[in-house]
């Protein structure tokens, strides 16, 4: 199989990125594989920001190295967060942060993510000499824009603005205004890689299911859906405007611009989460246990390996989901 370039949109969702970080890393063994630009919120930055850098060290093995370093440092050394305890503790905390605010908990926002990328990632070697594009989102708090950090201004400030759940951290400034998590923006963004690239297969790599049959009816299920959808609602409405998009333009053959034949032509993948990710509390995204991390990396090793399997052979070809299904 030739080489194929493909631009990747990296979702969101605390721990859950672990899910992420193995299909990445199985993805990195195909010798076909290959990445012209990459978008990331939250979770999903950090993935994002670990490819870029490994691969500027040593290819595809330098990024599989440098996924493994970053998520086995965020592990904790034993399993604090695992069990009955970890829920407790869980549940403890969203319900003490539901009364005090960050800056009552936290008056010093001590963050331990920070010195984590400081000691893992070389930003300035990044800034320079990035192998492929970075498009890092977070959502302005002045205004609800969503705002892009590229990879050539990246510094740790800009990834954790990123990954700023507004209930956890205080809010991130950089150069005068201030940010929080890019998911209730884009999650993940999906446009500058439709509008700004040469390549036309764009994998999107999920933690949340796309649709879910059971009707909330606790307070609690309420609140953790009311939750998922403030931070999938942008990238839904995104993705439907891009297939009408598409339609329209399949009908009007005679637009023959650059972009409008790109968005004609564009091909879609979907790598999403399975049964057991889909089915996780939300209280599991703070779960940073050992156990836990490898068991998500697992899971995100096997829906690779079916998505090669099974759709493989379309990338670089033809659209291999049915977007209309999910998105209209």
């Known amino acids: 199989m030739d080489r194929i370039k493909l631009n ?18 199985r993805l990195l063994e195909e010798p076909w594989f290959e990445i012209e630009a990459v978008s990331g919120t939250s979770a ?29 440092e965020l592990m904790q050394p034993v399993n604090l967060s695992h069990g009955a305890l970890g829920d407790a503790m869980s549940w403890l905390w969203q319900s003490i942060s539901t009364h005090l605010s960050p800056y009552d908990l936290n008056p010093f926002d001590i963050n331990p993510l920070k010195d984590l990328l400081i000691e893992t990632v070389d930003f ?34 800009h990834l954790l603005a990123s990954a700023c759940l507004p209930r956890l951290h205080q809010a ?20 500058p890689l439709l509008m700004d690239g040469q390549n036309l297969d764009l994998l999107m790599i999920l933690l949340q299911p796309m649709e879910r ?12 859906r009311v939750a998922e959808l403030g931070f999938q609602t942008a990238f839904m409405r995104e993705m439907r405007a891009v297939i009408l998009m598409q339609q329209r333009l399949k009908r009007r053959p005679w637009l023959v611009g650059r972009l409008n034949r790109r968005l004609r032509r564009l091909r879609f993948h979907m790598i999403g989460p399975d049964e057991t990710l889909a089915s996780l509390h939300r209280s599991s995204k703070y779960n940073t246990s050992r156990t836990f991390l490898y068991e998500l990396r697992d899971r995100g090793r096997d829906q690779a390996s079916r998505f090669i399997s099974m759709h493989g052979n379309k990338v670089g070809k033809r659209t291999s989901c049915v977007l209309q299904r999910y998105f209209l």
């Open 172 to 191: 991130v400034e950089i150069d005068g205004r201030y940010y929080w998590d890019g998911g209730f923006a884009g999650n993940p963004v999906l446009y």
């Open 8 to 25: 990747l949109a990296l979702q969101g969702g605390g721990a859950h990125g672990a899910f992420t970080w193995g299909v990445l890393d």
């Open 213 to 224: 049959t059971s009707l909330p009816t606790t307070s609690q299920a309420i609140a953790d």
């Open 124 to 157: 300035q070697a990044v800034r320079e000499a990035s192998p492929f594009k970075l498009y890092i989102a977070a959502t302005s708090i002045e205004n609800g824009k969503l705002k892009l950090f590229r990879e050539h201004e990246l510094q740790v400030d």
């Open 44 to 72: 999903g930055a950090m993935n994002a920001l670990m490819l870029a850098e490994g691969w500027r060290k040593n290819g595809a093995a330098g990024a599989r190295q440098q996924l493994a370093l970053f998520w086995e």
